[in-house]
């Protein structure tokens, strides 16, 4: 897309500039700021303090954008590290702690957001409840799960059927099958 300008007055003259969509820090001071190709403004262009609660480390499985994320202790060469894998409700101990809204393969970084919109699911109803699936790895539904130890866990609500405010609810381990 094009770079979308502005008139500027330079030495008496008014001059066509671009808007800056990523900042520089000082250098791009006085600038036009401009939105970037995804609509939005770039993270650079706002003041300090105004940071998306993140973590960035390393997927352990393929997970696509949009998937929830369980973020868990693993030892690779005798040395304790922090992995991401896909959040699963069909057991405890998968827990979802945000979402990826890049997909990533195996071994490479993968983002992990604690908050806002994901905007990369589908099938929701809306205004209704999201729970961390037990039959999708590291998908959502509208229905919580409710079969024999699987866990339920709210992740948000529903804005329409395809984006989720994602807030991490606590997990309820439900009550094994009986003997």
């Known amino acids: 897309m094009p770079a979308k300008t502005y008139l500027q007055q330079v030495a008496g003259r008014l001059k066509q500039m671009p808007f800056t969509t990523v900042s520089t820090g000082a250098a791009n001071g006085g600038d036009g700021v ?85 905007s990369a699911v589908s099938g929701l109803t809306p205004g209704g409840d999201v729970f961390l699936s037990a039959t999708t790895p590291g998908g959502v539904t509208s229905t919580a799960p409710s079969g024999a130890s699987q866990v339920v866990q709210r992740v948000g609500v529903a804005g329409s059927a395809t984006a989720f405010m994602f807030s991490a609810g606590l997990e309820i381990e439900l009550a094994p099958a009986a003997a």
Do not use: C, M
């Open 34 to 118: 401009g939105l970037g190709d995804d609509g939005k403004l770039h993270q650079s262009l706002l003041p300090d303090g105004y940071a998306p609660a993140t973590w960035t480390g390393v997927a352990s499985e393929a997970i696509a954008a949009g998937r929830l994320v369980n973020i868990y202790p693993d030892t690779v060469g005798g040395q304790p590290v922090t992995r991401a894998r896909l959040a699963d409700a069909s057991a405890a101990g998968k827990r979802a702690w945000g979402y990826a809204q890049q997909g990533a393969s195996a071994g490479s970084p993968v983002t992990v957001w604690f908050g806002g919109a994901n």
